[in-house]
């Protein structure tokens, strides 16, 4: 078959919120039938952004994807929201050995371990609910040269992220998505494609785009930065992927969006070397 390499960018999974009655639906088991059924060839799962504590869900996306050689996950990533930018100080040998290590040189540690440990292959950051890293933590992420997924509110949001972000992503995949707000419909959709175009480097995955021609317009503009994802259980991935499938559109085009451009993100062997 033509389009028989399917891979999906974005699905969520998580542990069920006590309270939150709807979280059954992302529970790891219930996400991996849908994929199942879709024959997708690979999948990318991000960690349920309402869990407290981003960790524990890490760890158990960690196994999870263990058990399934097909499945890999984002480690999300928790900033201080409202933390000031680190202010630069002037080198002063008499204190620099009895300075403090910097406030967030544990979550920069725990970056390495998330690689090496937990065998993430890239990191997800909610940007207006965790904050975006800096300092120690944004620079180990810098480091591993994995990918890495905003989930931002709009798009005036992520023209917003740092210009270290964006001058990053001429060297490190920076993926941007829309799961974090509503469906997104013209002209928001069109303004966020223009965004990805201008800007190099800069991925979008079409997780809840619901508009045809909004997709259509996205792969003749930015057909090798854009990411075939389903944002499962928000869609079934063989709905979303035939709909993509379905565009009048040129399919080595569409064979980018839907496989190409996901497996050249970065080195799946060494992913899979790492988690075990």
Known sequence: MEYDRICDAHVIMGTTAEGVAYARQY?????IELLAEAGMHRAVAVPLGIEEDHAAVNREL?????DYHDLY???????????????????????????PPPADA????????????LGAAGFVINAFRDGEPRGALRDA??????????EVADVEAA???????????????????????CPLYPPEALDAIDFAASTPGIYLDTSRWIVPHVL????????????????????????ASNAVIRLAAPPADKRRVLSE????????????????
């Open 62 to 66: 960690s196994r999870v994807c263990r």
């Open 106 to 117: 544990d979550d920069a540690e725990a970056v390495a371990e998330m690689v090496a440990t």
């Open 27 to 31: 529970e790891p088991v219930r996400v």
């Open 73 to 99: 996950f984002l480690a999300r990533v928790r900033a201080e929201a409202d933390a000031p930018a680190p202010e630069e100080e002037e080198d002063d040998d008499e204190t620099a050995d009895n300075a």
């Open 159 to 181: 023209k917003a992220l740092s210009p270290q972000w964006t001058e990053r992503a001429a060297r490190q995949p920076v993926i941007l998505s829309n799961l974090a707000a």
């Open 261 to 276: 451009n996901f497996l050249s993100l970065l080195d799946w062997g060494e992913v899979e070397r790492r988690r075990g």
């Open 141 to 150: 992420i810098f480091d591993t040269g994995l990918p890495v997924l905003f």
């Open 216 to 239: 259509r317009h996205a792969i003749r503009e930015i057909p090798e930065r854009l990411l075939f994802a389903s944002g499962a259980p928000y869609a079934d991935p063989a709905v």
